[in-house]
T-cell receptor, first 112, second 120 residues
Framework: GEDVEQSLFLSVREGDSSVINCTYT??????LYWYKQEPGAGLQLLTY?????DMKQDQRLTVLLNKKDKHLSLRIADTQTGDSAIYFCAERPTGTASKLTFGTGTRLQVTL | NAGVTQTPKFRILKIGQSMTLQCTQDMNHNYMYWYRQDPGMGLKLIYYSVGAGITDKGEVPNGYNVSRSTTEDFPLRLELAAPSQTSVYFC???????????????????FGPGTRLTVL
């Protein structure tokens, strides 16, 4: 079955770049997503990448996809204290009626 | 648009009680989903629906029931609450995947704020 793995915690100084990593197992995944969850809130879609792309940039966010290694990363440039949250990677395998498989989430702590 | 709304925000139940978690969306989305999030874990899909009158089981459906009588509403029912159902419950909705120019367009899921349920 599908499995999505992430490291649980990342601490970064304000102004530095953050890189959050994710590995997945289903090679038929069509789309891969990054969601952000702030304390006490629901999930907010940050960005997504189609499986035939290897990079997508959106303002401070850069998503890199290595399809051969089934590795996805999210880079946040100039990390701010407001970026402190849990970041979830999710995949949508082909033909699964939009069902997403989520990773366990990476808690990003931004220090001054 | 209010997006996806969920009620209640918090609830404490005793073992064996029942309750219904409400979810409503005003984006005319066909697809709706219920997830649960246990501490330190990712989201697990409980049930989903691809349209009014159609529901299907997700990864962890045991102990839950759903119905979808309208496009807007997708309530989740717990009949006999158990401590293992202590969790945060998220409802989400999306359009179905669709194509444009031969390319699949993503079906972004929009999430509600969650319901925190404790069963004692």
């Amino acid at each position: 079955g599908e499995d999505v793995e992430q490291s649980l915690f990342l601490s970064v100084r304000e102004g530095d770049s953050s890189v959050i990593n994710c590995t997945y197992t289903d090679s038929s995944s069509t789309y891969l997503y990054w969601y952000k969850q702030e304390p006490g809130a629901g999930l907010q879609l940050l960005t997504y990448i189609f499986s035939n792309m290897d990079m997508k940039q959106d303002q401070r966010l850069t998503v890199l996809l290595n399809k051969k290694d089934k590795h996805l990363s999210l880079r946040i440039a100039d990390t701010q204290t407001g970026d402190s949250a849990i970041y979830f990677c999710a995949e949508r395998p082909t033909g699964t009626a939009s069902k997403l498989t989520f990773g366990t989430g990476t808690r990003l702590q931004v220090t001054l | 648009n209010a997006g996806v709304t969920q009620t209640p925000k918090f609830r404490i139940l005793k073992i064996g009680q029942s309750m219904t978690l409400q979810c409503t969306q005003d984006m005319n989305h066909n697809y709706m989903y219920w997830y649960r999030q246990d501490p330190g874990m990712g989201l697990k899909l409980i049930y989903y629906s691809v349209g009014a009158g159609i529901t299907d089981k997700g990864e962890v459906p045991n102990g839950y029931n759903v119905s979808r009588s309208t496009t807007e509403d997708f309530p989740l029912r717990l009949e006999l609450a158990a401590p293992s159902q202590t969790s945060v419950y998220f409802c989400a909705s999306s359009f179905p995947p669709r194509s444009s120019g031969g390319r699949l367009i993503t079906d972004t899921q929009y999430f509600g704020p969650g319901t925190r349920l404790t069963v004692l």
